[in-house]
């Protein structure tokens, strides 16, 4: 047995494929005293990495996914431990064949060679499936499988031959000792470590490694059932594992492959099956591995018969029988992305959970970077730990999430799709009036926001042929056209938006300024009132995140975030307070709502309810105020997401009804409207051609390329500002445009409209990549209703971001023609800015 | 009386010892033995009564005189019904547990198999409080006998009871007892006996091989290292799966239990369907390339490498030992070298 | 030749087996089940005996409502129909298990042949084939690891046919089982019992078809609530484990001397 060290710079803890890696991509950045601690035997420990199918189908709607699995592939290859097989989705209904459609805008988008072929040719590429019943195929000649023991020990081995690693195999870790919320110690049964740095990446057991350290990773091992049935005499005459592609049988929700003699097939259709991190048997009480767990029949039977369906023709066979069953344990998540990077609650502790084998090298490649340098080369804000809310971390809502959402791996599920569970968990204090305004809600950070209300529906005849409808039922889906009906109330008279899902943050003490002043790129030391809005870079100047901030005081600020971020923007604060207490911060967001009023008559309604002066003069947009709406202490915003006149109104979170009230009654007279998220964060945005974090704005683009770039440059030192100065140098790879879509006829004969991530490509329908190697792809899509167009944006290479320049959209296999509108950030409504600054 | 059944005629020690402990003071320990057993009831019933077992009835009938387990254990069956014991021991051997199952069921009575621990309950209800084994061994079980007789067969690894055993003359009584004659249905037809001299279940060395070895080949150095040691060649589960061997060879749960001085595991994982299998035996070494195997933890000795690597090894230095013990003139044994040796 | 085997659920576990906390029985909250692998000889050998000579499987259990799997896997591997005697436990004695088996078998024709496993997997008291042969009036043997059919012929054995071993329609069946010296060989009419070993044959695996049909099939059930016989379980334990890690004799070739070194000490070469 392995001696282990009394210190190490880093404990890794897990040797299945994500724990190998991170070790081995740490030994590459340069890491020496690296110490992997594994509770089984090596090479194969008995988590998930053991019993995975080990097949890989690069193609995903997540850009971070697909880059990950990209990257993982490359050194899978290189490891030589990747077989390429070429892999087919395949559609049994209609409404499949739209999702391999869609499935083609994203290989196209994040560059993935794939191809829509018919039943014909699936059957030339797999031989034993029927064709007969099958309507398309999506046909990825990359699809590879994998071995990831053998690549984890080939990683772990050169780490060792580096002189960076130390194993600890059958070794159990038994506590991890904090002091002051800092990570000093790993005990195990062979001795205990010193160290500052603990990365949990054990699987399914992660949650109950966090907890010995104090900290929670919100994910649920659950049960993904695969057997092998063989032999069949085809593939015994292969000769190898895997001679023939891969086949997903997507409407099925079930993949079938050759493994060896015998046809794997693998089933994501049965009832969630969940289990407890603390359940798990040990290694000597399991029959087969702690992961591997007994196969319980009458769940996949309904399998069976689909399986016999597309490959009876090797299954309907005397000599086939099932040889092997199990119910394979893996890690599912509340919104089923990986857990990456620093909890939030420990200092020292990482985590790197929830990560199948298709992405575990590249995610050990971005956890490596990100311990070294801070930041990593995919933008990682989908898959971070510290996206969770405490609510979202906990037991009930982990099991919610992942119960509805295992069924959902092969689903077809719509870019705005909401969660059915474990909703109505955070309210706004104007919730029972946006209910009986008829709100359709969707949720955003736990938070219930109004998309659009159904008692706007008259509003249809008055807009009238100013709004589009969308007669296709996938682009109408999770949407109503009372959302442009709703924007052009706002623009003609005024509307009440509920904003309480906003993560607000006072910020207070001598060192406020400074500290601020370093986390943020825009100038911050202003006269007491004014607004700011800023970028927040990550080291490498990317955007971590960007906001508003109001200075109350001289020596107090509010940070207003959106509530789509607040938990990582917390955590990110938070973690950089100065060490000697000169600023403090304290997270208002639960004390605080905030009601949106904006319009041409804004100020009228606004005015009626105060007795304080709301004109220009006294406060001028960019600037805030507290005023007395109607007896309620409100501070009053002049800025505006949407461009027009009016105010975001931050008013004590108890006092929210009387407000909206106020505020609804005053409005009357002037035909107020309550408005959607749906006109805040898409139609008046889009128009107003504001970027959004997560859609335009994330880590892998910098603030030149958004068209963020400020006039001016700081003197104060602020994070990412050698990355930012470096990037006003030089010209920027891609410019972020608006474009336009010219022809929304589809060949349907019914317009369509693109929803989001559609590839953007040249008049040639070639492929447009930056010298970067990104791809154009659509950030946001939508309505400008007081322009009259649908608008994209995407980044362009400055060839290609020249106002005029016409190209096209590809969406649901076919392309459409756009035209460049903007490029860089003027607004294509109102460019002046002169309604809102009225 | 506490009777001991010799079915298949040795007598094991343990026995008479267990037989006594549960005996009150006076109550004697006596034996029932068949005619067909071909073993002379006089030497039975001398080592009996090295043992102090008084009495040994020879039960005769022309149906018992080749083994047939319904004739023998109607015999049985009989003798106890005649002899009215409180209680009746046999060995867990195949033979003498087959006779009890079939007289116990004649009878009517319980029986408990495989018990490693009898006692008489403390409360004088005359019951037994024993300890048997479960799942070839991997669990134990408490159990409570209760019965007018009560019937179990005693395994090897049982306790003995530390009982002062007095030497007796053991009488040989023979009777004649009814068996019906529809029982000649089950009686052995034909014996083919086994083509070595060892058999797996008695061989004092076994090297066996499992997925390590690799294929039926893989085997030879194997059978070579066995004939070394004076042993024969057994198998895991997986081997015989994989046809690489015959079920015969299989040590384990579902094969053959040995306790040999000496067993060697060849690239067996240690399942503990194959651990039940070889875990009485004196010494266990195992050889696997895999350190963590669970052979290699609850193994005597341990050799972690390749078994291909490492039984050629220890052949070549047992040879190159004998060599050298001939090369001193201890020894005229002559070694043949196998085809392709280069080691002298 | 119409067949009934009887099967038993019992758990499959690992290496070490997990017990409840009241020591009372196994802990099967994170096991499966399984058949016995002696007892999924003895389905393969009557599927094939069905198959060659006609006749039906009937697989037969005692146990809970649970057990319908293990009886369905028997069905899939090519078994007729099923009978299910709920007892709502496997934890019976011998004496109580022969009496549920009896209560499955009372309504059904009587066999030709009727298959039991040598010993269950779990609680291997080697006893209810016996038990129940007897109460049918059939001939037993047990340890069976070969079994040869011939139906109509009169065998030319002499052996066999001096033992009886012809029955009025003739068909004879050779049942031959390993012992410590060798092998024996019985001859046995039908209708008859024999308890089988592992190692009869090689079982098959389950076609995805017989699944299906073996999902879809009806099963009988049978409720019993036999008395207890005279052995009573008081709880299971696990054995204490005292054997010291191994020693270490070395890596690879380089090991051999001292591997040669411990054979002399224990006196082998």
Request: aromatic share 6%; with cysteine.
């Amino acid at each position: 047995m392995t001696e282990i060290p009394e210190r190490a710079d880093i404990v890794v803890v897990g040797a299945g494929i994500v724990g190998n890696s991170v070790c081995h991509h740490l030994a590459e950045l340069g890491w020496r005293n690296i110490v992997l601690i594994e509770k089984g035997p090596l090479p194969d420990p008995g988590g998930s990495t053991g019993h995975a199918s080990n097949f890989i189908f690069p193609v995903d709607h997540s850009r971070e996914i697909t880059a990950l699995t990209t990257d993982s592939m490359r050194q899978y290859e290189k490891l030589g431990t990747l077989i390429s097989c070429g892999g087919v989705e395949v559609a049994r209904e209609p409404a499949r064949v739209e999702e391999l459609k869609r499935r083609m805008a994203s290989a196209r988008a994040w560059g993935v060679d794939a191809e829509l072929i018919d039943p014909g040719r699936v059957a030339e590429l797999v031989p034993f499936v029927d064709p007969d019943i099958l309507l398309a195929g999506f046909w990825t000649p990359s699809v590879a499988v994998v071995d990831p023991l053998r690549a984890g020990a080939l990683m772990r081995e050169q780490a060792i031959a580096d002189g960076a690693l130390t194993v600890a195999a059958s070794t159990t870790v038994t506590g991890i000792r904090t002091d002051g919320g800092r990570v000093q110690r790993v005990c195990t049964d062979a001795g205990d470590v010193e160290t500052s740095l603990v990365v949990v990446a054990c699987g399914v057991w992660s949650p109950r490694i966090a907890r010995l350290a104090g900290g929670q990773i919100p994910l649920t091992p659950a049960v993904h059932q695969m057997m092998d049935v063989g032999p069949i005499p085809e593939f015994e005459a292969s000769g190898t594992a895997i001679a023939y592609p891969i086949v997903r049988d997507m409407d099925a929700l079930m993949y079938e492959r050759q493994s060896g003699a015998d046809l794997e097939i693998g089933s994501y259709a049965h009832r969630p099956i969940l289990h407890e991190p603390d359940e798990i048997p040990s290694l000597a009480a399991a029959a087969l591995s702690p992961t591997q767990l007994p196969f319980t029949s009458e769940d996949f039977d309904p399998q069976l018969e689909q399986a016999l369906e597309l490959f009876g023709s090797i299954l309907d066979r005397p000599d086939a029988g099932v040889r092997h069953a199990i119910n394979g344990l893996l890690s599912l998540t509340p919104d089923g992305a990986p857990v990456l990077g620093p909890s939030p609650e420990v200092d020292g502790l990482w985590s790197a959970a929830a990560v199948w084998i298709k992405e575990g090298p590249g995610v050990g490649r971005m956890m490596a970077e990100w311990l070294t340098h801070g930041d990593c080369e995919f933008d990682m804000h989908g898959a971070d730990i510290a996206r969770f809310y405490p609510h979202q971390r906990t037991r009930e809502h982990v099991r919610a999430r992942a119960n509805e959402g295992f069924n959902k791996t092969y689903g077809i599920v719509h870019p705005r799709e909401q969660w059915e569970s474990a909703r109505g968990r955070k309210l706004s204090p104007f919730h029972a009036r946006e209910r009986a305004a008829g709100a359709v809600f969707f949720e955003v950070g736990g938070w219930e926001r109004p998309h659009w209300y159904e008692s706007n529906r008259d509003l249809l005849e008055e807009f009238g042929d100013r709004i589009h409808d969308r007669p296709h039922e996938w682009d109408a889906r999770w949407w109503s056209p009372i959302v442009e009906a709703e924007h052009l109330a706002l623009r003609e008279r005024a509307a009440m938006i509920d904003l309480t899902a906003f993560a607000q943050f006072d910020v207070r003490g001598p060192g406020a300024l400074d500290y601020l002043q370093r986390m943020t790129m825009a100038q911050l030391d202003r006269p007491v009132g004014r607004i700011c809005y800023t970028p927040v870079l990550t080291p490498g100047g990317g955007f971590r995140s960007d906001l508003t901030v109001v200075r109350l005081a001289e020596d107090r600020f509010r940070v207003i975030t959106g509530g789509a971020d607040g938990a990582r923007d917390r955590f990110w604060f938070e973690s950089h307070l100065p060490a000697d207490g000169s600023a403090s911060l304290v997270d208002v967001t639960s004390a605080v709502c905030t009601l949106g009023l904006w319009g041409p008559r804004a100020r009228d309604i606004l005015a009626a309810t105060t007795e304080d002066d709301v004109s220009g003069e006294a406060i001028p947009f960019g600037t805030a105020r507290w005023i007395a709406v109607d007896g309620i202490p409100v501070l009053a915003l002049r800025v505006s997401y949407v461009g027009d006149l009016g105010w975001e109104l931050h008013a004590p979170f108890e006092q929210g009804q009387a407000l909206w009230d106020a505020i609804a009654e005053a409005g009357r007279p002037h035909g107020i409207a309550p408005a959607g998220i749906g006109v805040y964060g898409t139609t008046g945005r889009l128009e107003k051609g504001y970027r959004l974090m997560g859609a335009e704005l994330d880590a892998e683009y910098d603030p030149v390329e958004a068209g963020l770039a400020l006039p001016k440059v700081k003197a104060a030192d602020f994070i990412g500002k050698d990355a930012y100065l470096a990037a006003r140098e030089g010209d920027p790879a891609a410019t972020l445009c608006t474009l336009t879509v010219d022809d929304h006829l589809g060949a349907e004969g019914i317009p369509r409209y693109p929803q989001g991530g559609e590839p953007i490509v040249t008049p040639a329908g070639e492929r447009i990549v930056d010298r970067k190697g990104r791809g154009s792809a659509v950030t946001s899509a939508g309505p400008a209703p007081s322009v009259g167009r649908h608008l994209l944006m995407a980044y362009l290479p400055p060839e290609f971001a020249v106002e005029g320049t016409s190209l096209q959209v590809e969406y649901m296999a076919e392309r459409y023609p756009v035209t460049v509108a903007r490029a860089g950030r003027t607004p294509l409504f109102d460019p002046d800015d002169t309604r809102m600054k009225a | 009386m506490q009777l001991i059944v010799v079915a298949d005629g040795q007598v094991v020690p343990e026995l008479p010892a267990v037989a006594r402990s549960l005996a009150s003071r006076d109550e004697p320990v006596e034996a029932v033995a068949f005619a067909g057993t071909g073993v002379p009831a006089g030497d039975v019933a001398g080592e009996l009564g090295g043992y102090g077992v008084s009495r040994l009835h020879v039960v005769r009938h022309e149906l018992l005189d080749e083994y047939g387990p319904e004739a023998w254990g109607s015999a049985l069956a009989t003798v106890i019904d005649w002899l009215g014991p409180a209680g009746v021991l046999a060995s867990a051997s195949h033979r003498d547990t087959e006779v009890l199952t079939h007289a116990a069921a004649r009878a009517g009575l319980p029986l408990a198999t495989n018990c490693v621990r009898l006692a008489g309950e403390e409360d004088g209800s005359g019951a037994w409080r024993l300890t048997r084994t479960r799942s070839g061994g991997v669990l134990l079980e408490d159990a409570e006998l209760t019965a007018p007789v009560k019937l179990a067969t005693v395994a090897a690894a049982v306790e003995t009871p530390q009982v002062p055993l007095q030497p007796a003359d053991c009488e040989v009584t023979e009777s004649a007892v009814d068996v019906p004659p529809e029982l000649a249905r089950t009686r052995v037809a034909e014996r083919v006996a086994s083509e070595t001299g060892l058999s797996l279940s008695t061989a004092p060395v076994v090297v066996s091989g499992g997925r390590g070895v690799g294929g039926a080949e893989g085997f030879v150095v194997l059978e070579e290292l066995a004939e070394r040691l004076g042993g024969v060649v057994g198998c895991s589960r997986v081997a015989t799966n994989n046809g690489w061997r015959p079920h015969r060879d299989q040590v384990g749960l579902t094969g053959t239990k040995i306790a040999a001085d000496l067993y060697i595991a060849c690239g067996i994982s240690g399942a503990t369907q194959h651990w039940v299998g070889c875990m009485d035996s004196a010494a266990i070494l195992a050889i696997n390339t895999d350190p963590e195997a669970p052979m290699m933890q609850r193994a005597t000795y341990a050799v972690e490498g390749d078994v291909h690597e490492v039984v050629p090894a220890v052949l070549a230095e047992i040879r190159r030992r004998a060599d050298g013990a001939a090369g001193s003139g201890r020894s005229g044994v002559e070694e043949p070298a196998p085809a392709g040796s280069s080691r002298r | 030749m119409d067949i009934v085997v009887c099967i038993k659920r019992v758990p499959a576990f690992g290496a070490q087996v997990p017990l409840t906390d009241d020591g009372l029985a196994v802990d099967t909250r994170h096991l499966g089940f399984t058949i016995g692998p002696h007892e999924e000889c003895a389905v393969e050998e009557a599927v094939r005996l069905a198959a060659a000579h006609g006749g039906r499987v009937t697989v037969l259990t005692v146990g809970p409502e649970e057990a319908g799997e293990q009886l369905r896997y028997a069905l899939a591997m090519g078994a007729h129909q099923g009978v299910l005697v709920d007892t709502g436990t496997t934890d019976l004695d011998p004496e109580a298990t022969a009496t549920a088996v009896l209560a499955g078998l009372a309504d059904e024709p009587a066999p030709d042949l009727l298959l039991f496993g040598d010993a269950s997997a779990d609680a291997g008291h080697g006893q209810v084939g016996v038990r129940v042969a007897l109460a049918c009036g059939l001939p037993i043997v047990g340890g069976v690891t070969g079994i040869e059919a011939e139906s109509g012929a009169v065998p030319e054995n002499g052996a066999v046919a001096e033992n009886g071993a012809v029955t009025e329609n003739g068909a004879t069946l050779r049942a031959t089982r390993d012992t410590p010296g060798g092998t024996e060989v019985f001859g046995l009419s039908v209708p008859a019992a024999v308890a089988v070993k592992e190692g009869l044959n090689l079982p098959r695996y389950p076609t995805l078809p017989g699944r299906l049909k073996a999902k879809k099939a009806a099963l009988r059930t049978v409720t019993c609530g036999p008395e207890p016989g005279g052995l009573r379980t008081l709880g299971l334990r696990r054995p204490a484990d005292d054997r010291a890690g191994a020693i270490p004799l070395g890596r690879g070739a380089d090991a051999a001397p001292a591997v040669v070194d411990v054979l002399a000490e224990l006196g082998k070469v």
